[in-house]
């Protein structure tokens, strides 16, 4: 110690096409780490390490790759609104994590707990967050209340606000009474319930990040900036950028049927105009995508 960037290479370079350009970059990361912890010198910065990276990401093989996660869009927002049971406490906490975690780009994580017994209030919101409310002068109404926890900010903490809108109507938050007392709401009961809804209405079963992704689509698509986007979203601006060249991609599954194709490039061009603000490269190696 400290490993010589060619041995680190040699590594990345060992794995490459058998495992993901991610996963090289990660193990290279936990080596890094025992280089902190050990306060050795880290030559994994290189000119020749990024190299390879770069090629191992390039070939990372089919098996390794992830399906593209189709989004959650305003037709299963539509469709919870009117087939869910609103005299179920369950069902009405299904309808507000559902429309916070899309309008407010949400990570479900952020908002409900894996499983019943998991709850820790310094990672999760409960009954007793505060939730502020301000009539703005424009006649519209918004609704503000704070997360202990969230995956960027950490125990820091995150804001989480969102805009009254006249088409999908609010609902209570988080944990709902059952037959034996409080229950609170779980991923997996979460999940399950919307897609007891979409499925006989054939919509596209999607995964929990896949709020987070058509909630952004979707504010972009409708004129949102790109600035405001990702103040909502809580992401940094080249984060945001990265996040936008992956979406590129996914377009054509997650614009609904009020877009054309004229809105798409418009939000093309927008995004060039916010990495030229930003004073973001023009080129980001696939190894960061």
């Not at 400290?2 to 060992?14: G, K, S, T």
């Not at 096409?17 to 996963?23: A, D, E, P, Q, W």
């Amino acid at each position: 110690m400290p490993a010589p960037d060619y041995l680190l290479a040699m590594f990345a370079a060992w794995r490459a096409g058998s495992v993901s350009g991610g996963t090289i970059a990660a193990w290279l990361s936990a080596v890094r780490a025992w280089h902190d912890i050990n306060g050795a010198r880290w030559e994994g910065d290189s000119r020749i390490v990024s190299l390879v990276k770069m090629s191992a990401s390039k070939i990372t093989p089919s098996t390794s790759r992830r399906a593209k996660r189709p989004p959650v869009t305003v037709e299963h927002l539509i469709a919870l609104e009117r087939y869910l049971d609103l005299s179920s406490g369950r069902d009405c906490a299904v309808l507000a994590v559902a429309s916070i975690a899309f309008w407010a780009c949400c990570r479900l994580g952020e908002l409900i707990i894996p499983s019943r017994n998991a709850f820790d209030p310094r990672r999760h919101v409960s009954r007793s967050a505060s939730i502020r409310h301000v009539d703005h002068w424009n006649g519209l109404r918004s609704a503000h209340f704070d997360i202990p926890f969230g995956k960027v900010e950490r125990e820091a903490g995150a804001r989480i606000s969102l805009t009254g809108r006249d088409d999908l109507c609010p609902a209570p938050l988080f944990a709902y009474v059952s037959g034996h007392g409080w229950a609170p709401l779980t991923k997996a009961v979460f999940l399950s319930r919307c897609g007891e809804i979409w499925k006989p209405l054939k919509l596209a079963q999607v995964s929990g990040h896949s709020f987070r992704i058509g909630g952004a689509t979707e504010l972009l698509l409708a004129g949102v900036p790109p600035e405001t986007v990702a103040a909502q979203g809580r992401w940094k601006s080249l984060a945001f950028l990265l996040y936008w060249r992956k979406l590129e991609e996914l377009l054509p599954l997650m614009i609904s049927k009020s877009y054309d194709k004229k809105r798409v490039s418009d939000l093309c061009v927008e995004f060039e105009l916010y990495r030229i603000r930003n004073g973001l490269p023009a080129s980001i190696p696939s190894s960061v995508l």
